[in-house]
């Protein structure tokens, strides 16, 4: 009978050490799930400026996205157009470990580098608006700036009736929209009369667009109108035109947010607008999948509307 109870007992202890290391495992398990849910992720923002209301826009917009979600802490940085201090906020970003990365940059080619980096740390990267070269982030987010620009060319062919005399206010040209919105709209004027006898860098910024609009009007007696790269390039051009008194001009912009471009085709200062999307609400959705170990896909692609005087009151056409 010893000899019996002196084999079993072991087993007892066995089952007794078991269930014990069960009920830690358990409560370790559920320790994690809790930790997991009460995470807070930090994401960092490197916006290139603030000088233009849309870029006011997206901040909000990502603000406004992320306050839905109690775990998500968004740190702002401004480069006030320096593309120097923008890499820099990169690498501070990174220096500091955020768990993400949002940067819409100021140019192409010079963050190319420092976001590659930020990725090959582990820094999970949407890039919003102004593309990059390569492909060394983790997704790009905007509209289709070429397919803006065509749409843009192919209206003033219509409403010139295939003959003018066209100011082009281009976007920063080291940025991608910039290229884009000019190359679009070379494709959707191509084989008509439209002709371009006036262009100028205005680096999306208004005060710059008035400059050289005011450059234009002192050069040529005919302008018939103006496509501006953005909505606040349109409106500086028509603010310059009616400082010189100079009525007749068409002026056609980009953004179309609802107290700028909007607001200005219902006023009749702009003949028409495009929506560019900010993709603010977009990126923090995408950034809650990545935490969530989930795939995105590497470029999403944001539909526009086209708004004139026509459908404007009904919120715009869809272009497709």
Sequence with gaps: MKKHLTRTLPLAVLGVTVMLLGGCSKSTSSETKSDAKERVYTIGMSQCNLGEPWRVQMNEDIKAAAAKHP????????????????????????SSKVDLLIISPKEAQPLTEPVALALAAGVPVIVLDRALLGDKFTCFIGANNKQIGKAAGEWVVKVLVGKGNVVELMGLQTSTPGHDRHDG??????????????????????????KEMESALARFNQIDLVYGHNDPGAHGAYLAAKAAGRTGIKFLGIDALPQEGVAYVSQGILDATFQYPTGGAEAIATALKIFNGETVPK??????????KGNVAQGGLELK
């Design 299 to 308: 470029e999403i692609v944001l539909g526009t509307r086209f708004f004139d």
């Design 185 to 210: 709209f070379m494709e959707g004027i191509a084989g008509s009369e439209i002709k371009i006898i006036f262009s100028a860098d205005m680096k999306w910024l208004e005060p710059d667009a008035r």
């Design 71 to 94: 775990n998500l802490k968004v740190v702002f940085k401004d480069a006030q157009n320096d593309t120097l201090k923008q890499r820099a906020h990169v690498e501070e970003f990174v």
